[in-house]
């Protein structure tokens, strides 16, 4: 494959990017925090001053941006993606944003004769460090076809799911659970501890059961003390439970335990702790200060 383009340099794409340099592309980057590219740079890459320079240079180019709003800057805005897609340039948007976003963008480029693929991701910043995600595309299938060398790089197993939007609500369905089993488990651990129990024995308890998970496993042990580092940070995890529970609105599906989660990490943000890891919802708990 070709020359590779990056959009955005955050835990993620950064991680990404980092892997695609490893194993021996020529990655172009731009991030809307041109400093951010330094690091990048040094590691090989080469840095296009606007979305717009990317696209023209790169017949390839990923994108991995915060929100909807931020997927639809960079496509739509001056200097944005729409100047120069045209017939002969790809463009992956692996953000998590919701279906109809992921169509906006989808429309706009290939009414210009471009081809669209979303594939959105799981796994966290490890998983983007190690190539190890989980790869949820959809949208044009000889792109995914195309990029498959590039998924390969990036993630341990890529699912083509069909047309665009696909990828987008699978994402917020995994996402939406992820986020209702945290906030049971930081429930579960702070009723260990005030129930007199040591929470290291209930972490060693759930990690021999039916429940035992990798999450639980990796975050457990932080939690318990009051630290957390970001690595999926929390106000994108409320924004994905708000974007899951449109998708449950459009779909008339009840769903009052991610209601509930929801307002768990709302009262997170209030709290301030919006940009540390998602188990910092763990202190609306821990600190007493929950709105249960
Ligand atoms: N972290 C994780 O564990 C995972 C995250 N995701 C998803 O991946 C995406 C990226 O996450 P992550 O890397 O953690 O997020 P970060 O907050 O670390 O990075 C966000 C990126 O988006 C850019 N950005 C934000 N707003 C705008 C805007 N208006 N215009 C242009 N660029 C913008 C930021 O640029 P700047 O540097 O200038 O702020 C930065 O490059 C999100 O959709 C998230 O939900 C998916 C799986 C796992
Ligand atoms: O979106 C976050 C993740 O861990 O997956």
Known sequence: MEEIGFLGLGIMGKAMSMNLLSHGFKVTVWNRTLSRCDELVEHGATIGETPAAVIKKCKYTIAMLSDPAAALSVVFDKDGVLEQIGTGKNYIDMSTVDAETSSKISEAITSKGGCFLEAPVSGSKKPAEDGQLVILAAGERALYDAALPVFDVLGKKSFFLGQVGN??????????????????????????????????????????????????????????????????????????????????????????????????????????????????????????????
Do not use: C, W
């Not at 290291?200 to 990690?207: E, I, P, S």
């Open 167 to 292: 990828g987008a609500k699978m994402k917020l369905v995994v996402n939406m659970t992820m986020g209702s089993m945290m906030n049971a488990f930081s429930e579960g651990i702070v009723l260990a501890d005030k129930s007199g129990l040591n929470p290291q024995t209930l972490l060693d308890v759930l990690d021999l059961g039916a429940i035992a998970n990798p999450m639980f496993k990796m975050k457990g042990p932080s939690m318990i003390q009051g630290s957390y580092p970001p690595a999926f940070p929390l106000k994108h995890q409320q924004k994905d439970m708000r974007l899951a529970l449109a998708l449950g609105d459009e779909n008339s599906v009840a769903m009052p335990v991610a209601a509930a989660s929801n307002e768990a990490f709302k009262k997170a943000r209030s709290m301030g702790l919006g940009d540390l890891d998602f188990s910092a919802v763990h202190e609306t708990v821990a600190s007493g200060k929950g709105s249960s």
